[in-house]
C-alpha cells in the first residue's frame, strides 16, 4: 500500500519568513495529493490540493509543487503569519482504486513575532 | 450550510465495554470514510462507504471494529470490547463524489475516545 512520509516534524520561523514542508510517496499510481491544517482540537481542514496532472498550484501565500518522477510534493508558504501556526498534513490518494487518504506523520509549524 | 458532525465529541469508556460513535456527513455525500488518529499522528484510514455500500474495510484493525451506513447517510462506528490501544481520535469525514474521482475530504470535528 501507499506510505507517505513528510519532514521536518516540527518547524519554525519568524513571521515574514516562509515556510517549506516536504513529503514523499511510495505509490506511483497516487494521483491526488491534499494538504491539510489542523489547529489543536480541531478538524483537519483543506488548505490546497494539487492533482498528479499540474506540476504546480499557488493560492495566495500557498503554493504546492509535484515531481512524479521523483514522488516528491512540497508546500510553501510565504510572508508566514502567527495563525499559520498550526500541524500541517499532506496526504496522497489514488482515486483509481480507491479514494482513502493515507497521510503523513504532519509538521508542527510554529510562527514566532 | 452544516458540515460534519460527530457525537459525542468525548466518550471515556471503561475496558471491556463496547462504544458507538456517530457521524452525520453533509447532506446529500455519497463518500463517507471514517479515520483513527492517534496523539501526535496523521489520521488512519478506517473504512470507506459509497452510499450504504461498505466498499473498503481493509483498515479496521481487528473483527473488535464494525461500521455501517444503512440508509446511506449517518454511519455509527462500533467497537466491542475497548482495550487502552484504541485509546484515538476518530475522524469522520465526507465527499460529495464516489471513487474515481478527486475531490476534497471534509472532515468532523472528531471523537475522542479514551479507555481507561
Known amino acids: 500500500g501507499e506510505n507517505v512520509e513528510q519532514h521536518p516534524s516540527t518547524l519554525s520561523v519568524q513571521e515574514g519568513d516562509s515556510a517549506v514542508i516536504k513529503c514523499t510517496y511510495s505509490?506511483?499510481?497516487?494521483?491526488?495529493f491534499p494538504w491539510y491544517k489542523q489547529e489543536l482540537g480541531k478538524r483537519p481542514q483543506l488548505i490546497i490540493d494539487?492533482?498528479?496532472?499540474?506540476g504546480e498550484k499557488k493560492d495566495q501565500r500557498i503554493a504546492v509543487t509535484l515531481n512524479k518522477t521523483a514522488k516528491h510534493f512540497s508546500l510553501h508558504i510565504t510572508e508566514t503569519q502567527p495563525e499559520d501556526s498550526a500541524v500541517y498534513f499532506c496526504?496522497?490518494?489514488?482515486?483509481?482504486?480507491?479514494?482513502?487518504?493515507?497521510f503523513g506523520t504532519g509538521t508542527r509549524l510554529q510562527v514566532t513575532l | 450550510g452544516a458540515g460534519v458532525s460527530q457525537s459525542p465529541r468525548y466518550k471515556v469508556a471503561k475496558r471491556g465495554q463496547d462504544v458507538a460513535l456517530r457521524c452525520d456527513p453533509i447532506s446529500g455525500h455519497v463518500s463517507l470514510f471514517w479515520y483513527q488518529q492517534a496523539l501526535g499522528q496523521g489520521p488512519e484510514f478506517l473504512t470507506y462507504f459509497q452510499n450504504e455500500a461498505q466498499l473498503d474495510k481493509s483498515g479496521l484493525p481487528s473483527d473488535r471494529f464494525f461500521a455501517e451506513r444503512p440508509e446511506g447517510s449517518v454511519s455509527t462506528l462500533k467497537i466491542q470490547r475497548t482495550q487502552q490501544e484504541d485509546s484515538a481520535v476518530y475522524l469522520c469525514a465526507s465527499s460529495p463524489v464516489g471513487l474515481a474521482a478527486t475531490y476534497e475530504q471534509y472532515f468532523g470535528p472528531g471523537t475522542r475516545l479514551t479507555v481507561t
Open positions: 505509490d506511483s499510481a497516487s494521483n491526488y
Open positions: 494539487i492533482r498528479s496532472n499540474v
Open positions: 496526504a496522497a490518494s489514488n482515486t483509481g482504486t480507491a479514494s482513502k487518504l493515507t
